[in-house]
């Protein structure tokens, strides 16, 4: 049984840090492309970033630069550092496992919601 499961998340005054952490199960974690993203409130959900096995990283444009993606291969996890964070920030931050970047089909984590606000 694959299971994904994320961690990290909560209310953080604008400015502040937080980092996630999405721990996986069921899968050979090597093989697959490991990814964050999120969804705020009334919008689509959106791809954060991503990485490969190799270490290959895609961000998305807006918010490289603030946000940090890592993978521990043999502890089965990946990470998100999410730095000087805005109340646009605020959404539930998913984790996501598929087997190539071509891939659309994997498995999704539950959610952890982020909240940013004085």
């Known amino acids: 049984q694959v299971q994904l499961v994320e961690s990290g998340g909560g209310l953080v005054q604008p400015g502040g840090s937080l980092r996630l952490s999405c721990a996986a199960s069921?899968?050979?974690?090597?093989?697959?492309?490991m990814g964050w993203y999120r969804r705020a409130p009334g919008k689509q959900r959106e791809l954060v970033a991503q990485i490969t096995s190799g270490g290959t990283i895609t961000y998305a444009g807006s918010l490289m630069g603030r946000f940090f993606i890592s993978r521990d291969n043999t502890e089965k996890e990946e990470y998100l550092q999410m730095n000087t964070l805005t109340p646009e920030d605020t959404a539930v931050y998913y984790c996501?496992?598929?087997?190539?970047?071509?891939?659309?089909?994997?498995?999704w984590g539950q959610g952890t919601q982020v909240t940013v606000s004085s």
């Open positions: 069921g899968i050979t974690f090597i093989n697959y492309v």
């Open positions: 996501k496992a598929r087997p190539s970047l071509i891939s659309d089909y994997g498995y």
